[in-house]
């Protein structure tokens, strides 16, 4: 099992610009999670899908940021336009469980705005 | 959501029974509670999830009274490299409820 993929590992951008993350779940699982993790706040839940369909984005900070879900094997968390405050560390998760008993979490993508 | 609350850091030595405690005080009825552990530039793992009593594996313990207010995760013999972050989240089975981290203990393991 090849697990949670997530690109690109690092990104470093110039604020203004578009950031996009790529997330590829592990086969079979039906929830899938992005989360963002800094000192300051800890690991932070932003949206959570199930089936493909946006169960609860209550996490997403801003309309900066945006996610999709377009089918089973897909998922992309977008900052536009990226700020300086949005350097993160940002995981995507997924789940066999609906509510997520179990969550596999990727290696992280690394963003630095400057 | 229940909250959790666990100690910030702890330290140990190599070869010690290290205990970490997590207080869960809100607990509902078809509350799990579940630990993950995280090393430095990864994301975190699962280790153990539980419902009441006593579970173990081949990583960990967890031990829940009665209650359910509280549980212990229980890493046996620890080694330089359990040296991580160790977070308690209290999960409602089946359930659309945001999976909340909270701080986590770091645990520094010394030689």
């Known amino acids: 099992d090849a697990g949670v993929i997530q690109s690109p590992r690092h990104e470093v951008t110039e604020m203004g610009q578009e950031v996009t993350l790529r997330c590829k779940p592990i086969s079979g699982h039906n929830s899938l999670f992005w989360y963002r993790q800094t000192m300051m706040r800890g690991l932070e839940l932003l949206i959570y899908?199930?089936?493909?369909?946006?169960?609860?984005d209550s996490g997403m900070p801003e309309d900066r940021f945006s996610a999709k879900m377009p089918n089973a094997s897909f998922s992309t968390l977008k900052i536009q336009p990226s700020e300086p405050r949005d350097s993160a560390v940002y995981f995507c998760a997924s789940s066999p469980d609906y509510g997520g008993n179990t969550i596999y979490f990727g290696e992280g993508s690394w963003l630095t705005v400057v | 959501l229940a909250k959790t609350t666990q100690p910030i850091s702890m330290d140990s030595y190599e070869g010690q029974e290290v205990n970490i405690t997590c207080s869960h005080n809100n607990i509902a009825t078809n509350d799990y509670i579940t630990w993950y552990q995280q090393f430095p530039s990864q994301g975190p793992r699962f280790i153990i999830q539980?419902?009441?009593t006593k579970v173990t594996n081949e990583v960990a313990s967890l031990f829940i009274p009665a209650d359910r207010k509280s549980s212990t995760l229980s890493l046996p013999r620890v080694s330089l490299s359990d040296t991580a972050v160790y977070y308690c989240l209290v999960v409602l089975s089946g359930s659309a409820r945001q999976l909340t981290f909270g701080s986590g203990t770091q645990l520094t393991v010394l030689p």
């Open positions: 899908f199930n089936n493909n369909v946006p169960i609860d």
């Open positions: 539980g419902y009441k």
